[in-house]
């Protein structure tokens, strides 16, 4: 969040809180009390609002989440369907999700499209450089760690086994005339063009060329719905282990299981094989993760190297879109080689038998890797 966003923010308080008295699910004795930045979460501004029934103490906490604008990670942000996708979640309810409030559609409030929900209680496995060495998983014990790893691959599989055509029709408005994976690729196409903007960036043009010509072979396979960001960096535990909800819902779509599940691995080797980093003990390894997701889903995943590349180059589109925002505030000089040198281009370099790069020191700043020493190598 940025200093002229609270601002801004400040200056729209009354008409936020306008706002949320004529919303329902407030009500017109709602006094928003306070509103504070959340440094968390890339591609949307969010905030926690403090609010009050008038006349009483007790303080109940919001999350707002707000569409960025002008410096968004994706080509089309939309904040509205995250809602709609959201809300068919919370009212199925086998898919723990924060409970949805209320939703903005106009620019006319805080001049984007926002969301408002519940908090959920608990924590976030979030941690620079690495969960396994950052973050509040060190504080687990490996029995709590693993209580927590199986609880979420659970939530995965309960996220696959949803009849979204029931619960949530919408998400084949507007489908192409192919399959649901090659639809993807095009988008993914599209937004990486834009991100692009023109540049070669070697690696990742090579990872958009082989998943194009590798679609045909992989992309008849059944549709399930697909979180699309699926990782344990986007759900919150409580301090037993257990999943409390499953958050970040802005990419959803519809295609192959083995999307999910190799963004799932992706993440995982980011987080570990990838910078030489120790597993914590309870965390399980690759085949592992594969073989729990298939014996409790009952379906066996194939391809999963195409879909490790897809999930790598989706990561590092999001890469050279954070370091082109970072080149334009400052923090980083105009040949910053961040969002061509990474642990992301390493893992597409491998997967494709191309040659790897280093990893630039700007990436090594963003990521935290000055952490690393021997000892957790």
């Not at 809180?17 to 329902?24: D, K, S, T």
């Not at 969960?131 to 790893?149: Q, Y």
């Not at 194009?212 to 008849?220: I, K, L, Q, S, Y």
Request: proline share 6%; hydrophobic share 45%.
């Amino acid at each position: 969040m940025t200093a002229s966003m609270m601002t801004d923010l400040d200056a729209a308080r009354e008409s936020l809180q306008r706002w949320m008295r004529g919303q329902p699910a407030f009500g017109p004795d709602i006094e928003l009390v306070a509103v504070y930045a959340l440094t968390k979460g890339q591609s949307s501004d969010m905030m926690e609002l403090l609010c009050r029934c008038r006349g009483e103490d007790a303080l109940t906490h919001f999350i707002l989440r707000r569409e960025p604008r002008g410096r968004q990670l994706f080509l089309k942000p939309d904040i509205p369907r995250e809602y709609a996708v959201l809300r068919a979640l919370e009212l199925e309810g086998s898919v723990p999700v924060p409970p949805m409030l209320a939703c903005e559609t106009s620019d006319a409030v805080l001049g984007a499209p926002f969301l408002v929900m519940g908090k959920v209680e608990g924590f976030v496995p979030l941690g620079k450089p690495s969960v396994h060495v950052a973050g509040p998983l060190l504080g687990l014990d490996a029995e709590t760690r693993r209580r927590l790893w199986l609880s979420a691959m659970k939530g995965l599989v309960a996220v696959h086994a949803l009849d979204w055509q029931t619960v949530m029709p919408f998400m084949a408005e507007g489908a192409a005339q192919v399959t649901p994976l090659r639809a993807h690729v095009e988008t993914l196409t599209q937004w990486y063009q834009w991100a692009a903007a023109g540049r070669k960036f070697p690696v990742t043009d090579a990872a958009l060329a082989y998943l194009r010509a590798e679609c045909a072979r992989v992309e008849n396979q059944p549709s399930v719905l697909l979180w699309n960001d699926a990782r344990i960096g986007n759900m919150i535990f409580a301090q037993s282990g257990e999943l409390a909800a499953v958050i970040d819902w802005e990419a959803a779509i519809v295609g192959p299981a083995a999307i999910d599940l190799g963004y799932w691995l992706m993440m995982d080797e980011f987080h570990a094989e990838a910078i030489g980093v120790r597993r914590l003990p309870g965390l399980p390894d690759r085949e592992e993760t594969i073989r729990t997701y298939e014996t409790l889903s009952g379906r066996t995943v194939h391809d999963l190297d195409y879909f490790v590349v897809r999930a790598a180059f989706f990561t590092a589109t999001t890469l050279i879109r954070q370091a082109d925002l970072a080149i334009a505030a400052g923090r980083y000089a105009a040949d910053s080689r961040m969002a061509y040198d990474n642990s992301v281009t390493q893992i597409i370099a491998r997967q494709l038998g191309l040659l790897v790069p280093p990893m630039s020191p700007d990436f090594i700043a963003h990521r935290q890797l000055q952490l690393l020493d021997s000892g957790s190598a």
